[in-house]
């Protein structure tokens, strides 16, 4: 094990990870007797592949330093020790930061399941110019340029606030995706939809080429093309269609590390404290005069 491993800074657990180590098949103690046999035989092919997705789905760091190596700023130093300070301040400022988590996902969407269902957050870092595909949509599965994209609501309900800021995000990705992608027939499939036209009718009307459904998505299905079958359920009746890549719109909640700082401010934060009304970024008062919530619409 690595210094930096025996320090636990650089470990982060995953509860996905499978829990019990394959062993190598050994003879039976009676075979090994008056002989020169081996005793362990390795794995079959089995326990070799078990092995194998066990070892792949632990995503630690393996201690190889290519990153200390390619970093440029030479911002990576794994001696670094832990310091902690006391700093005296006249007012402080939070920033709010917000989590997606993946658990919250029902399983009938197909998510870490279906190869061509991505999140929100997956899509941003996909469209982003410095992304994995350096700003190129493509089908997790195949690499292929999709033709059709289904944004999807993956949360039953939520806020008002909340709900407004879930379509948002996904309807701005639409529209960068229809930039890059002229000829792609996209749509948007959520429910309680009402408030959301009244608010933002005029700029959804300009839309090109992007349909806004009220419907709600009760199951997804890979085709044998990996194709993903959509359950589509609207006005009581239910129909399907099949898109080349579905994009769960996720609900934001406030990250861990915020509540945490929260709980020892002796402050009092809702899921929904960071939406705000105006545009760009605002403070928000808070029940303390001394503390403010920087938040971002």
Not at 133 to 158: H, M, T, W
Request: charged share 30%; with cysteine; glycine share 6%.
């Amino acid at each position: 094990m690595y210094d930096y491993e025996k320090k636990g800074r650089y470990i982060v657990e995953f509860e996905d990870i499978p829990s019990e180590r394959q062993h190598q098949i050994e003879i039976e103690v009676d075979e090994r007797r008056g002989n020169y046999n081996e005793v362990e035989l390795g794995f079959d092919e089995e326990r070799a592949v078990k092995e194998a997705k066990r070892c792949l789905s632990c995503r630690r760091c393996l201690g190889c330093a290519l990153c200390w190596a390619e970093c440029k700023p030479e911002a990576i130093i794994f001696e670094m020790e832990d310091e902690f300070y006391d700093i005296e301040a006249d007012g402080v400022i939070i920033s709010s930061g917000v989590e997606r988590p993946y658990e919250r996902i029902d399983s009938s969407f197909g998510l870490g399941k279906c190869s061509n269902v991505i999140t929100d957050l997956q899509l941003a870092r996909m469209l982003s110019e410095t992304g994995p595909s350096k700003g190129l949509v493509i089908r997790p599965y195949d690499g292929e340029i999709p033709a059709s994209i289904a944004f999807v609501q993956s949360y039953q309900s939520a806020s008002a606030e909340m709900h407004a800021a879930a379509l948002c995000l996904g309807i701005n990705e639409a529209i960068l995706a229809r930039r890059k992608m002229p000829q792609a027939e996209i749509e948007v499939f959520a429910s309680n939809l009402e408030a959301f036209h009244q608010e933002h009718g005029p700029a959804l009307k300009k839309l090109e080429k992007i349909a806004i459904n009220d419907a709600s998505i009760t199951g997804v299905e890979a085709e044998e093309d990996q194709g993903l079958k959509l359950t589509i359920v609207s006005n009581g009746s239910e129909t399907s269609k099949v898109f080349d890549l579905v994009v769960l719109l996720t609900q934001a909640q406030l990250s861990n590390e915020v509540k945490k700082m929260s709980k020892g401010l002796d402050l009092s934060l809702n899921y929904a404290n960071f939406l705000a009304d105006g545009e760009g970024s605002v403070l928000l008062t808070t029940d303390k005069e001394t503390i403010q919530l920087a938040s971002k619409v």
